[in-house]
């Protein structure tokens, strides 16, 4: 049996450097979603003139990063999966791979985070393979940085600052970051910030129904496997 998670709706970001560029990514990012829609239904959607999205689409369209159905509908293209590949190479199956160990040792399940304007992404999730009944987090699902355990994680990575959240302060202190109910309504989260080789900050969680699990563990667990995504393999200690 498979539960899957819901989270508040995110708040949407405004961009001061190219209005018209913001805009045509929040069109593909919005389409992210998996959700096919008309250009009109994305133009309703981001507040916009549908002749300012239709260029968008048709210029995404060129480059394969949207399709067009039969219906009309736009929905991501094979382009994006190009250049994701092409971005994360073979750490994208790294990262598969720890995070199904890490589901199966934790009987947990697993999401990568990774920051976009202010919302926190998921970039990879996996599901305990031993376990019949899980939590199921889609990969793509965003919540603001500041209302979720993968997204706070992540702020801690920041140098510290007058307005900081009292949970950001508190995860440099303490090493994580532990929420109920946010983002995920009966669900707790425990999430580790993640500073990767490259330099790329992102973040690594565990969801598990509420109560159902210690969070210190969970922590023990994650400081574990975030050290499996940042140092060579020869370093690793189980």
């Not at 009309?72 to 994701?84: E, H, I």
């Not at 995070?99 to 990774?114: D, R």
């Not at 202190?173 to 900050?201: C, I, R, W």
């Amino acid at each position: 049996m498979v539960h899957e998670a819901s989270p508040s709706p995110a708040k949407s970001s405004s961009g001061v450097k190219s209005q018209t560029l913001a805009r045509a990514l929040d069109a593909l990012q919005t389409l992210a979603d998996g959700e096919p829609r008309t250009s009109q239904e994305l133009a309703d959607e981001l507040g916009l003139h549908r002749s300012v999205v239709y260029r968008a689409l048709r210029t995404f369209e060129d480059y394969s990063m949207v399709t067009r159905g039969g219906d009309g509908r736009y929905f991501l293209g094979l382009g994006m999966a190009g250049l994701a590949k092409t971005a994360m190479g073979d750490l994208e199956t790294q990262i598969d791979a720890v995070l199904q160990e890490l589901s199966n040792v934790s009987s947990a399940t697993a999401i990568f985070c990774g920051p976009q304007h202010e919302e926190a992404v998921v970039l990879t999730s996996t599901r305990p393979s031993q376990r019949l009944a899980s939590v199921a987090i889609r990969v793509g699902m965003r919540f603001p940085l500041t209302q979720s355990a993968p997204g706070l994680a992540m702020l801690s990575l920041h140098e510290p600052g007058e307005y900081d959240l009292d949970e950001v302060a508190l995860a440099r202190q303490t090493g994580f970051v532990h929420t109920k109910g946010a983002p995920f309504v009966s669900l707790e989260v425990v999430a580790v910030p993640v500073l990767m080789p490259d330099g790329q900050e992102a973040s690594l969680s565990l969801v598990f129904p509420t109560n159902s699990a210690d969070a210190m563990t969970m922590f023990r667990h994650l400081n574990v496997y975030r050290d499996h995504l940042t140092r060579p393999s020869e370093s690793w200690q189980i």
